[in-house]
């Protein structure tokens, strides 16, 4: 059988709060939507931007983050896989479908004062699901505040040895 991939990256901002729930063996699950969006010209020449919608679900330990940090407004990265349901509409016996994004690495990419709930956004928090992921550090690479700045220290590119 040949090799196949289900893999969805997604950088976009939640649309509104998490819904949390727990299932009857009391695993916790977090229902969100982000929005993603890209600017398209138009036969007219002018841009419009056309926003995305994606339904995202997460489970356990990330459905927790979710819970504890992430708010409508905050910006997100997010990789998963995709995953379709289906089911017949009780009331006019049509079989519906619901696409979903599994979350199994997030990222809170809002820094403190983004998103409708400052106190509750901490930004930079990273969380992965997956086996492979858990042995490796993921990291926010943006420069800590507390980074000192040694631009005054009269270092020059003579002291560099390389």
């Known amino acids: 059988m040949a090799k196949s991939v289900n893999k969805v990256i997604l950088l976009g ?13 009391g695993m916790t699950v977090a229902n969100f939507a982000i929005a993603t969006s890209e600017r ?15 339904n995202l679900v997460a489970f356990q330990r ?17 990789e998963g896989r995709l995953q379709t349901s289906s ?35 901490t930004g930079g928090y990273s969380r992965s699901n997956s086996a492979a992921s858990s042995s490796s550090n993921s990291y926010d690479q943006r420069t800590p505040a507390s980074v000192p700045d040694y631009g005054d220290n009269g270092i020059t590119d003579d002291d560099i040895p390389f």
């Open 13 to 25: 901002n939640v649309g509104k709060d998490p819904e949390m729930r727990s299932t009857a063996g």
């Open 40 to 54: 398209i010209k138009g036969q007219d020449g002018n841009y419009t931007e056309k926003t995305e919608w994606h």
């Open 87 to 121: 089911w017949d509409d009780k009331a006019s016996g049509q079989k519906k479908y619901r696409t979903e994004v599994i979350v199994s690495d997030l990222s809170l990419l809002s820094g403190r004062g983004e998103g409708s709930d400052s106190s509750a956004s």
């Open 62 to 78: 990330t459905a927790e983050i979710v819970r504890d940090y992430v708010k409508k407004g905050n910006k997100l990265y997010i």
